[in-house]
C-alpha cells in the first residue's frame, strides 16, 4: 500500500488534493522482504527517510537500509519527503516464514546451563555485543551485497526452534556452515572489525560493521586473524573455522543484524549456497 503525501519540516503526514494519489511514488524498496531479510532503499538525492516514524540515515545518493524482525507480521512504514517539499508514504509487509524445530546433542553441558561463576562473564559479553550492535556509522559497505563467508555443509538454518542437549534454547539466529577446522573464514563484505575476543558462548567472536546499523558476526572460530578496529576488504581471510564455545563440532556460525534486529545472512548473499567443501 502506497499514498501520497506532503512532509512538512518534519516527517508527519497531511492530506493532499484528490487525484495526488495518480502520481508515481519516487522510491523504491528492494530485496527479500521477508521475516529476518535485510531492505534496501532508494530515494531522490537529499530526501529525508523515515521507518516508523524513526529518521534513517541516508546517504549523498539516496540510499537507506532497514530490516524486518524474524517474526514481525505487521507492516513496517516508510516515509520519504522530497527535496521539493513533497512526499511518499508505502507500507511493506514481510513475507511469512516457517522455521523448523532442530535438535542438537552432544554440546557441552556448560555451555547449556552455564555454572554460576560464570553467570556475570556471559552478561558481559552479551552487553558487549549488543552495544557494538547499535553502532550507526555512515558506511555504505552493505550495498554491494555479500559472499559466503566460508565453504561448508549447510548444518543449522537461520529461525530455526532449538533444543539443545534437550532443553529448549532461543531460536538459532544464524546460519552454521560445517567445516573442517581451520577451514579459512573470508570477510563477506568490506567493513570495521568492531569485537574480535574470545567469548565463553561464542568462543572465537568477531563482529563486522558494514554500515548504517548492518553488522555481521563470526561464531566458534579456532583462530582470529584480525584485531578490533582494522578496516576488512571483501574476501579478506578474518579467522579459522573451529569448534570453540557452544559448539559439537566444527563449523561457523554466521550472523548478521540491522542494529537489535536478527537478521538472516543466507537472504542477502550474492549466491544462494556457500561453495562446497
Known amino acids: ?42 530515494a531522490p538525492p537529499g530526501s529525508l527517510v523515515a521507518l516508523d516514524g524513526r529518521p534513517l540515515r541516508i546517504t549523498a545518493d ?91 555443509i549447510e548444518s543449522g538454518l537461520f529461525g530455526s526452534r532449538r533444543i539443545d542437549n534437550g ?18 573464514v573470508h570477510a563477506p563484505a568490506d567493513g570495521s572489525v568492531s569485537i574480535c575476543d574470545d567469548y565463553y558462548l561464542d568462543g572465537g567472536f568477531t563482529l563486522i560493521d558494514h554500515g548504517q546499523g548492518v553488522s555481521t558476526s563470526y561464531l566458534h572460530q579456532s583462530k582470529r586473524l584480525v584485531k578490533a578496529g582494522e578496516v576488512v576488504k571483501r574476501g579478506q581471510a578474518i579467522g579459522l573455522i573451529g569448534a570453540t564455545g557452544r559448539a559439537t563440532g566444527p563449523h561457523l556460525h554466521w550472523a548478521m543484524n540491522w542494529f537489535e534486529l536478527r537478521l538472516d545472512p543466507s537472504l542477502s548473499t550474492r549466491k544462494p549456497k556457500p561453495d562446497p567443501l
Open 167 to 184: 532443553v529448549p534454547m532461543a531460536p538459532h539466529y544464524g546460519v552454521d556452515m560445517a567445516a573442517p577446522t581451520g577451514t579459512p
Open 62 to 152: 539516496g540510499r537507506f537500509v532497514f530490516g524486518f524482525g524474524p517474526d514481525q507480521t505487521k507492516a513496517s512504514l516508510i516515509t520519504v519527503r522530497y527535496p521539493d517539499g513533497d512526499g511518499d508514504s508505502s507500507s511493506f509487509t514481510p513475507t511469512p516464514r516457517q522455521y523448523e524445530v532442530q535438535r542438537v546433542s552432544g554440546l557441552p553441558q556448560k555451555t547449556v546451563t552455564p555454572p554460576p561463576e560464570v553467570a556475570a562473564r556471559i552478561a558481559h559479553e552479551a552487553e558487549t555485543i549488543y552495544l557494538a550492535r547499535l553502532t550507526d556509522s555512515p558506511g555504505t559497505d552493505f550495498l554491494s551485497g555479500f559472499d559466503w563467508p566460508a565453504p561448508g
Open 1 to 42: 500500500m502506497s499514498r501520497r503525501l506532503f512532509a512538512g519540516a518534519a516527517l508527519s503526514l497531511a492530506a493532499l488534493p484528490a487525484g495526488a494519489d495518480d502520481k508515481p511514488v519516487r522510491f523504491s524498496v528492494t530485496g527479500a522482504l521477508a521475516q529476518g531479510s535485510l531492505a534496501l532503499g532508494t
